[in-house]
Structures are given as C-alpha cells and as structure tokens.
C-alpha cells in the first residue's frame, strides 16, 4: 500500500482501543479500577511544562493543581493544609479534635503568610533567662518578643536573643534585666522583599512586626527567609490572598456548632464526611449550610460511587462530590459492609453524570502512584483525594520511628478501632463518619498501619506535579478540560490491561533493583 495513505486507511479501519464508555462498559466487565487499565497515547505537539493542571474541587473553587490532601488525623492538620496549598493543592482538615482544635487549625491556615511567623513564641519581662534556655533546648532558638501581656497580640516592649542572655550566669534573673529595649522592628503589612530589606540593613536575625498601637502581630526570621521560596501556584482566595482551606465535619446536631466555628475562622470548603453520604442526614446537612452560610463556603459531599447517590446530594445543593467507597489503603468497608464499588467504575460513572450539572468531582482513595491520578482524572474526576501517599512525609502529623531499619510514619484509617479511641466528648468527631450513637458494637472499617517516610511535600508534590504533566502530554492533551473533552468525544483512547499485562507493565524479570522516583 502506498505510505502517504496510511491516515485515509486509519480513518477507514478506526482507532486502537476503546472509549471510555466502552472500557467502563458494565455489562462486560464489571467494575473496574486503575490497575484493570491504560491509556493509550496520543500526538504529542508541545512541551510537557505547557500542561496545565488547573482544575476546580467544588463549583466556585480553582485550584493550579488537582491535588487535595485527606482529612485523617495521620494526614491533615495545618502544617499539611499550609503545605498543599502553598504547592497549589489543598488540605481538608480531619475532625477527630474537638471543635475548638479543628477551628484553630482553619485560623493558622488562613493567618499564614510565607516567611513571616504568626504565632510566634513570646514570653514578659517577668519571664527568667531559664525560660529563654528551655525554648532554645526544646526548638533551637532564642530570638524572643517581649510584651506586655506576654502573648502575642500585646504590646512590643523588647527583644531577647542570644547575645543578651549569652554572659549572664544567673539564669533565675528576669528578662527585664537583660532584654535589648531598643527594637527594630516594622509595620504590619509590608511585603516580604521590604522586612528582607530591613534586616539585610540591620543586620539583625528577627524583625517583629508591630501594627499602629505598637502591638506585636507577627515575626520574621532572617533564617527563615534565607529558605524561603516563591510559590506562584499557591491556592489563594482571589480577595483575601488568604491560602485555601477546607475542614471535615459530620451530619450531626453537634456538627452545626462545630461547622459555625470553622466558618468563623474563615474556612472554604467544607467536606461532608460520611463513607455512604446519601442519606437524609447529608441532605438536611446541605440544606442547613446552604441556608445558613449561602456562597461563603461550598460543599464538597460524599462518599457517593454511584449514579443514584449523586443525584440526591446534587439536588440538595451540593457544590462538589467526594468519589470512593471501600478504594482506601486503609479501609475495610467492603470486606466488611458488602458495599462498595471498585474505584475506575465509580469515578468514571459520577463524574460523567456530575459533570452535566457543573459539579465537580474528588476521586478519593486507591491512589497509589501518579498514574493513577492520571487515570482518575482521565475517567473524569477534577481533583484527587490522597491518604497514604502523603502519609509519611514530614507536613504529616506525627513522630517518625523505626522499625526493622526503616523510618516510619503511622498511617491509620479514621474507621479503624485505633482513630476512634481519639474521640471529643461530643461525639461529632471521625467516630460519626462510621457508627452510629446506637452502636452498641463498634464494627471497624479501617486498619492501622505505617508507611515509609516520604520526606517533604515541598519535594513530593512537585515530583507529583511534573509527572502528571508528563502523562498528559504523552496522552497529547494539554489541559485537565481538554482531557475531559477528547475523553467524552472518543478520541482519548483507553485499553482494558490483563494480570499478564500489568506484571508486564510493572518492574520484572530482575534479580534485584532500586526503585527512586524522583530526584
Ligand atoms: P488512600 O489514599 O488510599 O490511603 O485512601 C484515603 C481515603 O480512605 C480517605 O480519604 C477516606 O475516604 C478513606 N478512609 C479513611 N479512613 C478510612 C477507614 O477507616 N475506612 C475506610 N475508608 C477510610
């Protein structure tokens, strides 16, 4: 056959593989998961770092990356929600605290601004040099605000630092006797290139920042700016640039309070955390914060994995829906419960149905590599949920330890006997999301566990980021809506892989070998 008609003889004979409808075809497959699939590659004409990943969690909510970190207590707390949202992503922060702990986690979400300290360490002028000493032991410095009250918020009144304190031999003297009174300090307000300009000049490690009555706001830290970087992704409210935040809560009376709290504190988004979310309790719950709060914050509902479950919560107001039952790590729920759907098929049927409404998806749990966050957004999810993969890593709350010589981190399910055990005396914590008040039994739905340690998510969700950049390009897409589209119109093509084929696509026939993933 003559070369130049290879594309008239492709046209003619049709495409490789199959549509998404055909892959996730129920009748002949049953359901599906990541590892049952691939996606075959398309024509490649631009570079990898013109992908964009730019996506929306819920119906008013944009985010530079598709990226969402999971309300567990093992995952999510503000350390991991500053984090995701600095790399473009967010945090949901778990409810297993009392409601007071979860609302405090939302104000240092949205008080932080990089490089400068918010809630720094301050102590009086009562306080003695041994109080100093104790600090630098415990956090490695001794740059100390003094003020009035002692607490930051009061008023400026000197600084502490290691050269005051550094030849004095009585370490029960008061820091009044010691403490520089003579501070430089600056106003609230200014950027972070202005306070690196004043101590570069001054010369000095720390430099408070006072507002007009001379109270003492926040602190930067010349060590601190020296690591400091740029994160021009950062998820920010386009009034407030406050970085983006969502918290968990129940469907409980208790909730209501709770969920009041964290508004106040001036959360975004909040998830409706339930692992079978279509019941009435969801519902009256999206009606209540829709009445009470209108657009302040949106609601991301859930657990749904079918077609049926998602229209309920869609037509009670939902702004986003959480995709997943039985997919976690962690989880139990099918094994135990008997429901559950496999992860491919569940996203792939919700989003396609959610997305005739405008309602975005979160495909949650069951991931376990960037590829699969390339296919569960290439099913149609618009974000990822993820529990273990960020496990481990330092934003993750917990001590590493050791165990047969490797550096652990404890990973557990909320579901699990072990979460539930740190629970607030309200009741409306994670135990909520699985038993019910009457429970006279606690049926568990999750394990606990350990994952190896991960390093930072300032290293990890770039490595995330750049490959997924990667798989969109090879699949010759250059953005999360055009990915949707070609996948809708048939032209994204997917093929069904058998066990033979994915021992084929994994690492084999070697004697042994190091898997590094990123450099
Ligand atoms: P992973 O990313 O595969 O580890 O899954 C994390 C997800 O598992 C979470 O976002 C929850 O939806 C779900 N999950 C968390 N705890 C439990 C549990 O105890 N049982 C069942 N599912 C859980």
């Known amino acids: 056959m003559d070369p130049s008609l290879a594309l008239q003889e492709l046209e003619k004979t049709g495409s490789d593989g199959l549509t998404g409808h055909e892959l996730i075809d129920l009748k002949v497959t049953g359901g599906l998961t990541y590892n049952d699939f691939l996606i075959l590659p398309g024509y490649i004409n631009f570079p990898a770092d013109n992908v964009s990943l730019e996506t929306k969690v819920t119906r008013n909510i944009t985010l530079k990356t598709p990226l969402i970190s999971s309300p567990m207590d093992t995952v999510t707390e503000a350390e991991m929600a500053i984090t995701m949202a600095l790399l473009g992503g967010m945090g949901i922060l778990h409810n297993n605290c009392t409601p007071d702990e979860q609302a405090a986690m939302v104000r240092k979400v949205k008080t932080f601004e990089n ?3 918010t809630d720094p360490v301050v102590l009086s002028a009562k306080h003695k040099i041994s109080d100093v000493l104790a600090i630098k032991n415990k956090l490695g410095f001794a740059g100390i605000p003094i003020t009035d009250s002692g607490l930051p918020g009061g008023k400026l009144i000197g600084i502490v630092t290691n050269r005051d304190i550094g030849f004095c031999e009585d370490e029960s003297a008061e820091l009044e006797t010691v403490m ?3 501070v430089v300090t600056a106003r609230h307000g200014i950027t972070l290139a202005e306070a690196n300009r004043i101590l570069r000049e001054s010369k000095k490690g720390k430099l408070p920042l006072v507002d007009a009555e001379g109270n003492l706001v926040s602190l930067v830290a010349r060590s601190d700016l020296l690591k400091n970087r ?4 950062a998820s920010k409210h386009p009034m ?3 970085l983006l935040v969502g918290a968990a809560v129940g469907t409980r009376a208790a909730d ?3 969920l009041a709290k964290l508004v106040d504190a001036g959360l975004d988004v909040v998830v409706i955390d339930s692992s079978q979310g279509n019941s009435s309790f969801q519902i009256d719950m999206i009606k209540h914060i829709k009445e009470t709060y209108g657009t302040k914050v949106d609601i991301l509902a859930g657990n749904v994995v079918t077609r ?3 229209a309920n919560l869609i037509a009670a107001g939902a702004d986003g829906l959480r995709i997943g039952m039985g997919s976690g790590s962690i989880c139990i729920t099918q094994e135990v419960m008997a429901v559950g759907r496999p992860q491919g098929t569940a996203v792939f049927q919700v989003s396609q149905f959610a997305r005739k409404f405008g309602i975005p998806t979160v495909a949650d749990g069951g ?3 960037v590829g699969h966050i390339a296919k569960a957004l290439a099913l149609g999810s618009s974000c990822v949920m993820m529990g273990s993969l960020l496990a481990g890593t330092s934003e993750a709350p917990g001590e590493y330890f050791f165990l047969d010589g490797k550096r652990l981190k404890k990973y557990r399910g909320m579901g699990s006997l072990d979460a539930m055990e740190r629970n607030d005396s309200d009741n409306s914590g994670s135990q909520a999301r699985y038993f019910s008040e009457s429970d006279k039994v606690k049926v568990a739905q999750g394990v606990t566990g350990a994952v190896v340690d991960k390093g930072s998510i300032k290293q990890f ?4 980021i750049t490959g997924l950049q990667h798989s969109l390009q090879d699949m010759g897409v250059p953005s999360l809506p055009e990915l949707w589209t070609l996948v809708n119109d048939g032209t994204v093509r997917f093929e069904r892989r058998s066990a033979a084929a994915q021992l084929e696509g994994g690492v084999h026939d070697l004697f042994s070998f190091e898997k590094r993933l990123y450099k």
């Open 115 to 117: 490089g400068f300290i």
């Open 180 to 182: 520089t009174r003579e």
């Open 230 to 233: 740029d994160y021009p992704w």
């Open 240 to 242: 407030t640039k406050q």
């Open 256 to 258: 209501r309070d709770r």
């Open 308 to 310: 049926n479950q998602a």
């Open 367 to 369: 991931i376990g590599n």
């Open 461 to 464: 969700i770039p490595y995330l």
